[in-house]
């Protein structure tokens, strides 16, 4: 890479400034706004089950076997609701201190692999991203397990660089094992498979050999099996057979209805990564004519991460957001090459990009500039579109949506502006520099806005109800519809085991849509109906 110039020749403090960037983006209001259902409500119950029976080696939800998930997160999420009671932003804390970690950790391991002026354009490109920066404020497992598979990579990368590399490979090994123990053995298959095709097309032959394997699986042992041994010692081969099921699972078949088209990921990293998606863009092409075969190796790794993470989860069933969110490093890695590329005078923006990014860009502008404005005309809505009964009656729902809510969209119209202004007057680091700063702070403020107002409308009529229970002892159960809102949100106690569950009050949750269930319980009395939801009570209780 060239020398830094310009905004990034000042002797900045980078390394603290992304500590404080991260502080502001990712931890305030997190609390603000219900945990959302499924994921988040889930990991948090069980996080608080946890808890409440002070069984921190075994996996439950409404205290009963859990088997899809391993114990780490929910370790650091109950060690927050410890600190800091049960409540939203325990939950999400987790991810926003890791969130402000990988900042740092992008920054530094960007000045070490190329110079300091690629670590501050990586980390903001991954800090100035849509969904990068969205998922550092939520309550789900991905920010931490995809943190320990890219962690192990780079210790890999420095394993064949150094020459300390028995170390540097057990580390790799150390830090799969933690995603073992995090989400499950997709961790150590998306390692390997991005090593062995490294293997395959980098020039380097010494990226994989039997040495470095077996320091690896090694590593992964000393961490994962730890935690597997001791539960197959305490509970038998029941969970770890039916953990491997349900992974297989998780990989072979749709669950809970996520389905999408082939190309479903593809597009979501598109849209959701954003801006750095389309800077991207530009780095993924071959080798060029001045890069050196070092730098060239860094940046197919990230390809082919990229596209090993891409390719596996358009072949798996479930169609989830989140699932490609692995892809945020290596996006944001292209993302920092190709500006430090156009910086020098090396790469130059082809037509297509700037047609495409200017579409994107336009296209986030409108919806987010629409979104109040169809707020404050919820009847024309109504209307105008056909919904189901559930979404129609959920659209009752008494949500103000006052002229401030346009803010957001006037704040990305504006860092948009910026970014023109400065581009045009030839400013080209102040400009990245704005757009991505500017980006990072839209998800901030759109969430403020927007996200508390869009849960009143999806299930807080039902989070509402479930509140007002909270630690009685009461059984409130879903119907027609699965949910985790009745045992987080009502603080379900610990049974005990000298009641009888079934002499508890019991209440039912039923979605409008599904009201024909009603003609099969006759016991059941209506309290009373709110946007979208049916809340009843077993009269024989």
């Given at each position: 890479m060239?020398?830094?110039t310009?905004?990034?020749s000042?002797?900045?403090?980078?390394?603290?400034?992304?500590?404080?960037?991260?502080i502001?983006?990712?931890?305030?209001?997190?609390?603000?706004?219900?945990?959302?259902?499924?994921?988040?409500?889930?990991?948090?119950?069980?996080?608080?089950?946890?808890m409440?029976?002070?069984?921190?080696?075994?996996i439950?939800?409404?205290?009963?076997?859990?088997?899809?998930?391993p114990?780490?997160?929910?370790?650091?999420?109950?060690?927050?609701m410890?600190?800091?009671?049960?409540?939203e932003?325990?939950?999400?804390?987790?991810n926003a201190l890791?969130?402000?970690?990988?900042?740092?950790?992008?920054?530094?391991?960007g000045?070490?692999w190329?110079?300091?002026?690629?670590?501050v354009?990586w980390?903001?490109?991954?800090?100035?991203?849509i969904?990068p920066?969205?998922?550092?404020?939520?309550?789900?497992?991905?920010?931490?397990f995809?943190?320990?598979?890219?962690?192990?990579?780079?210790?890999?990368?420095?394993?064949?660089?150094?020459?300390?590399?028995?170390?540097w490979?057990?580390?790799?090994?150390?830090?799969?094992?933690?995603?073992?123990?995090?989400?499950?053995p997709?961790?150590?298959?998306?390692?390997?498979l991005t090593?062995l095709l490294?293997?395959?097309?980098?020039?380097?032959?010494?990226?994989?050999?039997?040495?470095?394997?077996?320091?690896f699986?090694v590593?992964n042992?000393?961490i994962?099996?730890?935690?597997?041994?001791?539960?197959?010692?305490?509970?038998?081969?029941?969970?770890?057979?039916?953990?491997?099921?349900?992974q297989?699972?998780?990989?072979t078949?749709?669950?809970?209805?996520?389905?999408?088209?082939?190309?479903?990921?593809?597009?979501?990293?598109?849209?959701g990564?954003?801006?750095?998606?389309?800077?991207?863009?530009?780095?993924?092409?071959?080798?060029?004519?001045?890069?050196?075969?070092?730098?060239?190796?860094l940046?197919?790794?990230?390809?082919?991460?990229?596209?090993?993470?891409l390719?596996?989860?358009?072949?798996?069933?479930?169609?989830?957001?989140?699932?490609s969110?692995?892809?945020?490093?290596?996006?944001?890695?292209?993302?920092?090459?190709?500006?430090?590329?156009?910086l020098d005078?090396?790469?130059?923006?082809?037509?297509?990009?700037?047609?495409?990014?200017?579409?994107?860009?336009?296209?986030i502008?409108?919806?987010?500039?629409?979104?109040?404005a169809?707020?404050?005309?919820?009847?024309?809505?109504?209307?105008?579109f056909?919904?189901?009964a559930?979404?129609?009656?959920?659209?009752?729902?008494?949500?103000?949506?006052?002229?401030?809510?346009?803010?957001?969209?006037?704040?990305?119209?504006g860092?948009?502006?910026v970014?023109?202004?400065?581009?045009?007057?030839?400013?080209?680091?102040?400009?990245f520099?704005?757009?991505?700063?500017?980006?990072?702070?839209?998800?901030?403020?759109a969430?403020?806005?927007?996200?508390g107002?869009?849960e009143?409308?999806?299930?807080?009529?039902?989070?509402e109800?479930?509140?007002?229970?909270?630690?009685?002892?009461?059984?409130?159960?879903?119907?027609g519809?699965?949910?985790?809102?009745?045992?987080f949100?009502?603080?379900?106690?610990?049974?005990?085991k000298n009641?009888?569950?079934?002499?508890?009050p019991?209440?039912?949750?039923?979605?409008?849509?599904?009201?024909?269930l009603?003609?099969?319980?006759?016991?059941?009395?209506i309290?009373?109906?709110?946007?979208?939801?049916?809340?009843?009570?077993d009269?024989?209780?």
């Amino acid at each position: 890479m060239g020398q830094s110039t310009g905004v990034m020749s000042k002797q900045l403090p980078w390394a603290w400034l992304f500590v404080l960037a991260g502080i502001i983006l990712y931890i305030p209001f997190i609390g603000g706004v219900s945990l959302f259902d499924w994921d988040e409500i889930n990991f948090a119950e069980i996080s608080r089950e946890m808890m409440v029976t002070g069984d921190y080696l075994n996996i439950h939800i409404n205290f009963q076997p859990f088997f899809e998930k391993p114990p780490f997160f929910f370790w650091l999420q109950a060690a927050c609701m410890n600190i800091f009671g049960v409540n939203e932003f325990a939950a999400r804390l987790p991810n926003a201190l890791i969130g402000i970690f990988i900042l740092v950790m992008l920054f530094k391991t960007g000045s070490r692999w190329f110079d300091k002026r690629f670590g501050v354009f990586w980390a903001l490109s991954y800090m100035g991203s849509i969904l990068p920066a969205l998922y550092h404020k939520s309550g789900i497992i991905d920010p931490w397990f995809n943190f320990f598979i890219f962690g192990g990579l780079i210790a890999w990368v420095e394993g064949t660089r150094s020459k300390q590399s028995t170390k540097w490979f057990l580390i790799s090994g150390l830090l799969s094992g933690l995603a073992v123990l995090t989400k499950g053995p997709v961790g150590p298959l998306l390692i390997g498979l991005t090593v062995l095709l490294m293997q395959i097309f980098s020039k380097n032959k010494k990226f994989l050999s039997v040495r470095s394997f077996l320091l690896f699986v090694v590593g992964n042992c000393i961490i994962a099996g730890v935690w597997f041994g001791i539960n197959l010692l305490s509970n038998g081969p029941d969970f770890i057979m039916t953990f491997l099921k349900v992974q297989v699972a998780l990989l072979t078949e749709s669950v809970a209805g996520h389905k999408g088209f082939p190309g479903y990921h593809f597009v979501v990293v598109l849209l959701g990564v954003f801006p750095a998606s389309i800077f991207a863009l530009a780095g993924f092409r071959k080798k060029i004519a001045e890069e050196k075969s070092d730098p060239y190796e860094l940046r197919l790794l990230m390809i082919i991460l990229a596209m090993v993470v891409l390719v596996l989860f358009s072949l798996v069933q479930s169609k989830i957001v989140h699932y490609s969110s692995l892809t945020y490093y290596p996006i944001s890695f292209l993302s920092a090459w190709a500006i430090c590329q156009f910086l020098d005078g090396k790469l130059k923006w082809k037509g297509w990009i700037k047609i495409l990014g200017i579409s994107i860009a336009v296209l986030i502008c409108f919806v987010i500039l629409a979104l109040p404005a169809v707020g404050q005309n919820i009847e024309w809505l109504k209307s105008s579109f056909t919904f189901d009964a559930f979404t129609k009656a959920t659209l009752d729902a008494q949500v103000g949506w006052p002229f401030a809510t346009f803010i957001p969209g006037f704040w990305i119209t504006g860092v948009l502006a910026v970014f023109i202004m400065l581009w045009r007057r030839l400013k080209y680091e102040q400009a990245f520099v704005a757009l991505f700063t500017g980006t990072g702070l839209f998800v901030s403020i759109a969430l403020i806005f927007f996200i508390g107002r869009i849960e009143r409308y999806s299930q807080h009529a039902a989070v509402e109800f479930c509140e007002s229970k909270a630690g009685q002892k009461v059984e409130i159960k879903t119907m027609g519809y699965k949910s985790y809102v009745p045992f987080f949100y009502a603080l379900k106690p610990v049974p005990d085991k000298n009641s009888i569950i079934e002499d508890y009050p019991h209440f039912y949750i039923l979605k409008t849509d599904k009201s024909r269930l009603l003609e099969e319980h006759p016991e059941l009395n209506i309290l009373y109906e709110k946007n979208g939801f049916i809340f009843l009570e077993d009269q024989g209780n």
